[in-house]
């Protein structure tokens, strides 16, 4: 029985320092009655769903979050900001990644010099040994005071992670050299000792271990450091999506013309929006014409001409004349912000990779604690030194810190959604990832997926002697009169066709119900509509125009006979015209091992002709819109992986039916919101692009899961024979996270096809 959910809840999460952390917060959260959370460390953020009557509250919550040992708080809402310069713009990271800076440098600028004299023996002057601790002592008390603070507040709660492992292997090496240099021989002058990648087996007295402790804190400090600078770049892109829209309005009131911030606009207000500015929000064009570049938001590359009655995005920009735009949407309902909702939503989401992921390291950092004890034991029980014993521990403590296996899949998920955005595809959870692996048939809704969704006139068939240019003259002037679809595909081109872009006005006009118009137009008696229209008035189509009658019915179109001054004339074939893209999207489809299906509820013959056009071999023709999710169910239960392609509100239960649903960007919301991807234009041969992206960065997930597990299986045992150094162990820690960050970083280079 699904439990009925009543409200989510986002939570920014603040003081995690690794994936444990995470992982420790979301147990606790999942501990309450009626709570389902996920915690990203990568955002840092909390995803809570209520169930109903759970009767926790929002202060419940984050209560939970603060007895854990962390800090919580509900994101502010949206609302008009100050200009950057005067708040300073996004000062909070900035301030948190130049702090992490500062405390790099210094650690780099003191901890080089004691790992060249640990390492170089020429080096070792008399008493340099304490030089070296006067040197490493800043770097293990503040460089790494993060690690110790975070790991004595866990402590406090009962808990491990892995600073704990960081605090515990960079104390346990300073604290023996400290040991060693003023109770043992250590300090003596003239001591020195070798730099060697394996565990000396000598007495413990007289080694010093500050080039550990040292060069540890740094390559982990440079480790997070890099870590946070590349997830600051992997939001970017939905940063900069964000950052699309206009900062200001002119709104219109009692006709003047007043600049207001964007925040105070109202749906049903009118601004004006001049040549070059942004539109300011979803609208509708009450007032002028001109064209509007909608590429930064779509990527389309031709500007679209708009006119009164038109909608328009907000963020596009006005690439022509002055116009008035009413404001249907505003605020968080507008389509750029459902775009980065959806995009910020698959950053928090966690593929089925990253969960289990989550549960290793939940038990990963006890684990190691009690291996490190272990190999502490087992080197002191076969008499190898204190030394050896104490070393071989501390570098499985260091060489176990998992950040790599935290950060494989929210880095990847992160980089390939923002891309994703960058290129019109949305990516609505991470567990769409998965889907795209096996899906291997792809059924294409015909109306306004494959076809364009508008009736057009596609060819005009003229009579001997007669011009297209009269023709089009004649019929579109009555048809400009009519609403019906067809009169109005017939309009359209007779406009477009007529050099003043005006058609004339006919007189007499009148509508012949279920048979078509008729009037008089310039002078002459002019019928346009079925063959009936004219054969009533004894006007007969001549064998040729009844020729290409047949033919443009057989392939599914509608012939329009056009008739004047007592003949028949001409026939227009007006259909739902194929998008010219979509036969490329077919094919790149097939690349990609996908099987095309046309589903659609027109008769036979249309699908058959459009099929037959894109390349479409299998079609399954006049399905009612509740029937669609049954064929694609009917498709599962012959064994095949679905995915489906639809902008309809027919659709939207097919799409949500099917392993994949992809929803066309230019479809209704009910459709996007039932689709796990949603592809901003248009354009078919999106799909494709959508599905490589995606399985793009399900295999990144996949290499950053392979090498963080790889890296602590094979080292782990390395460490524990002691045959790692302390600071090796350090260095290949940080290099693994850096690693995963920069493979998923990888995903910003992907481009779509051409």
């Not at 942004?278 to 609208?283: E, H, N, R, Y």
């Not at 404001?327 to 995009?343: E, H, K, N, S």
């Not at 054969?535 to 290409?548: G, I, Q, V």
């Not at 094979?714 to 995963?740: R, W």
């Amino acid at each position: 029985m699904t439990t009925a959910i009543t409200e989510h809840i986002e939570l920014e999460i603040g003081g995690m320092t690794c994936a444990s952390c995470a992982a420790r917060i979301e147990k606790k959260l999942n501990r309450m009655d009626g709570v389902s959370a996920t915690v990203n460390y990568a955002t840092e953020k909390a995803q809570v769903a209520l169930a109903q009557g759970s009767g926790v509250a929002t202060a419940d919550l984050i209560a939970t979050v603060e007895r854990t040992g962390y800090t919580a708080a509900v994101p502010a809402p949206p609302a008009p900001e100050p200009a950057a310069e005067e708040t300073g713009g996004d000062r909070a990271p900035d301030d948190a990644l130049a702090a992490l800076r500062r405390r790099l440098l210094t650690a780099l600028a003191l901890s080089v010099p004691v790992v060249l004299m640990a390492m170089v023996p020429a080096l070792q002057f008399t008493n340099w040994q304490w030089l070296s601790l006067t040197l490493a002592a800043p770097v293990v008390v503040h460089s790494a005071w993060p690690f110790h603070k975070a790991a004595w507040t866990n402590l406090r709660h009962g808990a491990a992670t892995m600073d704990t492992l960081i605090s515990l292997g960079t104390l346990a090496a300073f604290g023996w050299s400290l040991w060693a240099l003023f109770f043992g021989t250590a300090g003596m002058p003239g001591m020195t000792h070798p730099f060697e990648p394996t565990i000396a087996r000598t007495d413990g007295s007289g080694s010093i271990y500050l080039e550990a402790a040292a060069g540890v804190t740094t390559f982990i400090l440079a480790g997070r450091y890099f870590e946070a600078r590349a997830k600051r770049k992997a939001g970017a892109a939905l940063r900069a999506l964000l950052e699309l829209g206009a900062k200001d309005v002119a709104l219109l009131r009692d006709g003047r013309e007043v600049r207001v911030p964007v925040g105070e606009l109202r749906t049903g207000d009118r601004f004006v929006v001049r040549p070059g500015e942004k539109i300011a929000t979803d609208g509708r064009v009450v007032d002028g014409a001109s064209a509007v570049d909608a590429s930064m938001l779509t990527g389309e590359s031709v500007p679209v001409e708009v006119s009164p009655g038109d909608t328009v995005t907000g963020a596009t920009v006005n690439a022509g004349g002055r116009l008035v735009v009413e404001a249907t949407r505003v605020g968080a309902d507008t389509q750029l912000a459902r775009m980065a909702r959806l995009v910020e939503d698959a950053q928090n989401g966690k593929a089925a990779a990253q969960r289990l992921a989550d549960r290793i390291s939940a038990v990963f950092v006890p684990v190691v604690i009690a291996l490190a004890v272990g190999t502490l034991g087992y080197w002191l029980g076969t008499g190898q030194g204190a030394v050896a014993a104490f070393t071989a521990a501390v570098a499985v403590l260091i060489i176990a810190c998992p950040c790599a296996l935290g950060l494989a899949t929210p880095t990847a998920l992160m980089v390939g959604t923002g891309r994703g955005a960058q290129l019109g595809i949305l990516l609505k959870g991470p567990e769409v990832l998965e889907s795209t692996r096996t899906v291997d048939t792809v059924v294409l809704d015909k109306t306004g997926t494959v076809t364009t969704g508008v009736m057009t006139l596609t060819g005009v068939h003229l009579a001997d002697g007669e011009s297209r240019e009269q023709t089009l003259r004649l019929a579109g002037a009555l048809e400009h009169s009519s609403e019906h679809p067809i009169a109005r595909a017939v309009a359209t081109a007779a406009e477009a066709a007529e050099p003043s872009g005006a058609l004339p006005v006919p007189e007499d006009f009148a509508a012949v119900p279920g048979l078509g118009v008729q009037g008089v137009v310039d002078g002459h008696a002019v019928l346009v509509g079925r063959e009936r229209l004219l054969n009533d008035r004894s006007l007969h189509l001549p064998p040729e125009l009844a020729a290409a009658r047949n033919e443009a019915e057989a392939a599914g179109a509608t012939a329009v006979a056009v008739g004047w001054d007592g003949a028949a004339r001409a026939v227009l074939v007006v259909a739902d015209a194929v998008k010219p893209t979509s036969a490329e999207a077919v094919r790149r489809l097939r690349a990609l091992g996908l099987t095309p299906v046309l589903l659609t509820g027109d008769n036979k013959a249309v699908a058959e002709a459009v099929a037959a056009e894109v390349g479409i071999d299998e079609v399954i023709a006049e399905v009612l819109p509740e029937d669609k999710v049954a064929v694609v169910e009917r498709l599962q239960s012959e064994g095949r992986s679905v995915a489906m392609v639809g902008d309809g509100v027919n659709d939207a239960a097919a799409l949500a039916r099917a392993d994949l649903g992809l929803a066309m960007g230019t479809g209704t919301d009910a459709a996007i919101e039932a689709g796990d991807l949603t592809l901003v234009r248009g354009d078919l041969r999106t799909t494709a692009d959508a599905i490589r992206l995606a399985r793009a960065t399900l295999g990144t997930i996949r290499g950053n899961l392979f090498w963080a597990f790889g890296y602590n299986v094979a080292a782990l045992p390395l460490a524990a024979a002691g045959l790692l150094n302390p600071m090796i162990a350090g260095a290949a820690m940080a290099c693994s996270s850096v690693f995963v960050v920069g493979n998923s970083l990888r995903l910003r280079r992907f481009r779509a096809l051409a």
